[in-house]
């Protein structure tokens, strides 16, 4: 059973919210939050398998609230989904670098919405394909990279890096680079290891920000 907790300041938005995760048997609501703060309280006290985060919310916002639940030991194995009307370049890059695994816009599909909770829960890492070319822009355009960060990577290592920035599962790959999926999984673990990242999609962010790949990019 994937345990979910659902913040977000407007009770109809939470109740719809809680509407949706009722039907399938493989997910559940174990709390709702009203603010970043109180969100924070709940995912400390609950410790679900994944969060929904509004990003505009009183006393805290969902990104520093976001960013509060990665930075606690204690939510280790806590995955956030982003949720917002706002597709806005500073909230996409902003909730990467606290934290989230996913960002995706408040106008998902229900069955959207619960198979991102799916692929979430199980360590993967989903962003909005309108989400995604925003965040390829910003490193195609924006400021001088860096690829320092990469120095301790090995060259298979770089090469998982690269493939897992265009969106890949392990199973894919594992068939891409011809190893098996254990093996997929291996490489992935150390690169996250070496590069501090939280998970997959910080993964993305690394490897654009760092120049390791641009857009049109294929390994």
Known sequence: ???????DDQPL??????AV??????IESVGEAADGEEAVSVVIRERPDVVLMDVRMPKVDG???TRRIAADDRCADVK????????????????LQAGASAFLLKDVAPEQLLDAIRVIARGDALLAPSVTKRLIARFADGAPLDDRALVGLTERELDVLAHVARGLSNAELADQLNISVPT??????????KLGARDRAQLVA???????VRPGYEP
């Open 1 to 7: 059973m994937i345990r979910v907790v659902v913040a």
């Open 13 to 18: 938005v939470r109740a719809g919210f809680a």
């Open 21 to 26: 995760l009722a039907h399938p048997d493989d």
């Open 63 to 65: 990104i520093e609230a």
């Open 80 to 95: 956030v989904i982003i949720l917002t009307t706002f597709d806005l370049d500073e909230y996409v890059y902003g909730a």
């Open 184 to 193: 997929a999984k291996t490489h992935v673990s150390r690169v996250l290891t």
């Open 206 to 212: 690394i490897a654009y920000e760092t120049g390791l």
